[in-house]
């Protein structure tokens, strides 16, 4: 069974980290772009941070930049969201996709072949 799995998410005050991770299951993470997207309530679903599958380039939204590293490691088949110096307006569902193609999903941010199921960032005081 093909599957993304989220963990990490929580909640957390202004100014602190956490560090999501997206483990794949039924299939290797080798091949595939993974992208880090986010959604809050009442709004649209946004590209946070996108990983290449060969060379390891790296994507982040501008809200994001200096802030969230995203990471991957093939032998666990697992993608990393460090994220730190936390805000309010990071509060939100995050979920991870994969996606063959680089352009679709780290460009355009469209949606992946595949998605998890989501976890839940809340950072408030």
């Known amino acids: 069974q093909v599957q993304l799995v989220e963990s990490g998410g929580g909640l957390v005050q202004p100014g602190g980290s956490l560090r999501l991770s997206c483990a794949a299951s039924?299939?290797?993470?080798?091949?595939?772009?993974i992208g880090w997207f986010r959604q809050a309530p009442g709004k649209e679903r946004e590209g946070v941070s996108c990983?290449?599958?060969?060379?390891?380039?790296?994507y982040y939204a501008d809200s994001v930049k200096g802030r969230f590293t995203i990471s991957r490691d093939n032998a666990k088949n697992t993608v990393y969201l460090q994220m730190n110096s936390l805000k309010p307006e990071d509060t939100a569902v995050y979920y991870c996709?994969?996606?063959?193609?680089?352009?679709?999903?780290?460009?355009?941010?469209?949606?992946?072949?595949?998605w998890g199921q989501g976890t839940q960032v809340t950072v408030s005081s």
């Open positions: 990983i290449s599958s060969s060379d390891g380039s790296t």
């Open positions: 039924g299939f290797t993470l080798d091949y595939y772009a």
């Open positions: 996709a994969a996606d063959p193609n680089l352009v679709r999903l780290c460009i355009l941010w469209s949606p992946g072949d595949y």
